[in-house]
């Protein structure tokens, strides 16, 4: 989230209010679901479906090229649990950050899980899609929690504090 001052022609129109941070492929855009906020969804749950499906077949001639060099069984079963295994916990780890911030650290050491498990992204990626931007739910309540915190520090006292009638 980001407070600085409002630039001209910021989403909401409140010079020195809390911007909207952009989210990947949609920029602002989620903010009011305007400027092809469909299109853009349509176009990530279309992208990312694809993606996987690629994906899986690049992952379907590495198997074949394991069959072909005839590795064993042992090889082949430790392959193919890797990649599931792999590709389930990408899977929760990428849902998981729709709902709340990872910790960088967590983010570094896992990876090369994640790049291994490359596919339960992107089908993480097209499911959220098919209900709002991966990762909107999350911007929007920070966003309004800003807001609102924002609100509460600019605005202007009513009437004349020396007139007010002190508590005892």
Not at 9 to 23: C, F, T, V
Not at 139 to 146: D, I, L, M, Q, V
């Given at each position: 989230m980001s407070d600085e001052t409002g630039a001209p022609?910021?989403?909401?129109?409140?010079?020195?209010?809390?911007?909207?941070?952009?989210?990947?492929?949609?920029?602002?855009?989620w903010v009011h679901h305007d400027d092809g906020y469909a299109a853009r969804r349509a176009g990530v749950a279309v992208g990312s479906l694809v993606a996987a499906v690629v994906s899986c077949l690049v992952l379907r001639f590495a198997y074949q090229g394991l069959q072909i060099a005839d590795s064993g069984t042992f090889?082949?079963?430790?392959?193919?649990?890797?990649?599931?295994?792999?590709?389930?916990?990408?899977?929760?780890?990428t849902w998981a950050g729709f709902g709340k911030r990872h910790d960088p650290q967590r983010q570094a050491s896992l990876r090369g899980l994640?790049?291994?498990?490359?596919?339960?992204?992107?089908?993480?990626?097209?499911?959220?899609?098919?209900?709002?931007?991966?990762?909107?739910?999350?911007?929007?309540?920070?966003?309004?929690?800003?807001?609102?915190e924002h609100a509460l520090r600019t605005t202007r006292r009513s009437g004349d504090p020396s007139k007010k009638r002190r508590r005892r």
């Open positions: 022609g910021a989403p909401e129109g409140s010079a020195g209010g809390p911007r909207p941070e952009s989210l990947r492929f949609f920029g602002t855009s090889v082949t079963v430790l392959v193919v649990a890797m990649f599931a295994i792999c590709t389930a916990l990408a899977f929760g780890n994640l790049a291994i498990g490359f596919v339960g992204t992107l089908l993480a990626y097209f499911l959220r899609s098919l209900t709002e931007a991966p990762g909107e739910r999350l911007h929007r309540e920070e966003y309004e929690k800003a807001r609102a």
